[in-house]
């Protein structure tokens, strides 16, 4: 019986091909999950497509902040029935604002915080990432109504989500959530509702490229 030398090699080389890709599929599935070194301000977790808690299914949460202390985020697609004038009544230059305020997650639900696109340093408020910053006081969000910001620039949250030291941590190792970076366009988009399906096919889809073998 004759063996065929070259059918052989051709089946062995199939097979190291296969391996590698799935060998690569594995390491670019993890590296797609991210960890805690892709952490920080400007980030994006993303609730995977069968999450883990229910009450975070189908949300994108951007991280605002992170140290030692832990880590506090927003929910940026979850706009509530609420308008913003209703929410800040006290608030005289919101009385004419119709953009409707989102629910930023389960703590401290009466807390207002808001996420401004400015092209001008602000001192006091805290950058995110890039342009956009974070607004936390009384003060500087009655500021940022009085210049009347573009509705496209600025969305009031009602709460937040927050982690304890390590809290977060521990949920990427678990693999919680998808992380991918943080852009403006997303945070302000004019269609919140469908945000999440948009950024959880972006990040197959970035692993579907990463994996794809090159024979």
Excluded at 114 to 119: E, G, K
Aim: glycine share 8%.
């Amino acid at each position: 019986m004759r063996v065929n030398v070259r059918s052989i090699w051709r089946t062995v080389l199939v097979i190291a091909v296969l391996m590698v890709a799935a060998l690569g599929a594995s390491l670019c599935f993890a590296s797609q999950q991210g960890g805690a070194d892709d952490l920080g301000p400007g980030t994006f977790l993303i609730a995977p497509r069968r999450a883990a808690d229910p009450n975070f299914a189908g949300t994108v949460v951007l991280l605002v902040r992170m140290d030692e202390s832990g880590a506090l985020g927003l929910v940026i697609n979850r706009p509530t029935d609420l308008l913003v004038s209703s929410v800040l009544q006290d608030y005289k230059p919101a009385r004419h604002v119709k953009d409707r305020a989102f629910s930023g997650g389960p703590v401290q639900a009466d807390a207002v915080l808001a996420l401004y696109r400015s092209s001008k340093k602000m001192d006091d408020a805290s950058l995110v990432f890039r342009d956009v910053y974070l607004v936390s006081t009384r003060a500087t969000l009655q500021h940022v109504l009085r210049s009347k910001p573009d509705a496209g620039n600025l969305r009031i949250y009602l709460g937040y989500t927050g982690w304890g030291p390590g809290q977060l941590e521990h949920e990427m190792d678990l693999d919680v959530w998808r992380v991918l970076p943080a852009d403006a366009a997303s945070v302000f988009s004019a269609d919140p509702g469908g945000l999440w399906h948009r950024l959880i096919e972006r990040t197959e889809l970035r692993f579907a490229l990463a994996v794809r073998p090159r024979l």
